[in-house]
Nanobody, 124 residues
Framework: QVQLAESGGGLVQAGGSLRLSCAAS????????MGWFRQAPGKEREFVAL????????IYADSVKGRFTISSDDAKNTVYLQMNILKPEDTANYYC?????????????????WGQGTQVTVSS
């Protein structure tokens, strides 16, 4: 079992950058598919990016492709989401998630473990 804790959210102007961190404890992130999701008020939770080290796979939602980068540091057992060229529509609560079956899946229902989320607000 893994516990996840996100950090790094905040308020930023459009065009700016933020780096979110997801610190894992209890089990190595390399044994999971790690994903980032986001949820804006009144909207459903949506897929942002995933990274699976086993058989290496990295996938992005079309809305963030070319602007966001997911990465991981096994020594720190931490997953990152570097967000550049932020837009007001990126405003949401961002969640880190882990899939113990290591699938390549963009559906939130595929993920077993979730962090508490970190708020990102992009002003225009």
């Amino acid at each position: 079992q893994v516990q996840l804790a996100e950090s790094g959210g905040g308020l930023v102007q459009a065009g700016g950058s933020l780096r979110l961190s997801c610190a894992a404890s209890g089990r190595a992130i390399s044994t999971y598919t790690m994903g980032w999701f986001r949820q804006a008020p009144g909207k459903e939770r949506e897929f942002v990016a995933l990274n699976r080290q086993s058989g290496w796979a990295t996938i992005y939602a079309d809305s963030v492709k070319g602007r966001f980068t997911i990465s991981s540091d096994d020594a720190k057992n931490t997953v990152y989401l570097q967000m550049n060229i932020l837009k007001p529509e990126d405003t949401a609560n961002y969640y880190c998630a882990a899939d113990s079956r290591r699938r390549i899946a963009s559906s939130s229902s595929s993920y077993d473990y979730w962090g508490q989320g970190t708020q990102v607000t992009v002003s225009s």
